[in-house]
Nanobody, 126 residues
Framework: QVQLVESGGGLVQPGGSLRLSCAAS????????IGWFRQAPGKEREGISC????????YYADSVKGRFTLSRDNAKNTNYLQMNSLKPEDTAVYYC???????????????????WGQGTQVTVSS
């Protein structure tokens, strides 16, 4: 069964950190770029980061640049979103997605991703 599974979400205080993981099963991520998205209640889905299949290129939304770091370990078929200096406005359901082939800066968030995870809740609150 082909699937992406996110984990690592939870409740954290403002200024804290979380690391989200996205593990693939049923297929290999080697040739897929990975995007991370989030959706807060009443808001549209937002693309926050993307990493190329090789890991050589990463892209970030302005809202998370300098605070979030996306990495991948193809040997483990997993990628990681390290989130630091979290703010209440980061509260959302976070999703990872995989797309075959290259991605381009400026268009990765709107690209037609092939697979999506089920999401993991991140809540930033004191």
């Amino acid at each position: 069964q082909v699937q992406l599974v996110e984990s690592g979400g939870g409740l954290v205080q403002p200024g804290g950190s979380l690391r989200l993981s996205c593990a693939a099963s049923g297929f290999t991520l080697d040739y897929y770029a990975i995007g991370w998205f989030r959706q807060a209640p009443g808001k549209e889905r937002e693309g926050i980061s993307c990493i190329s299949s090789s890991g050589g290129s990463t892209y970030y939304a302005d809202s998370v640049k300098g605070r979030f770091t996306l990495s991948r370990d193809n040997a483990k078929n997993t990628n990681y979103l390290q989130m630091n200096s979290l703010k209440p406005e980061d509260t959302a359901v976070y999703y990872c997605a995989a797309i075959w082939g290259p991605v381009v800066a400026g268009t990765w968030a709107a690209a037609p991703y092939d697979y999506w995870g089920q999401g993991t809740q991140v809540t930033v609150s004191s």
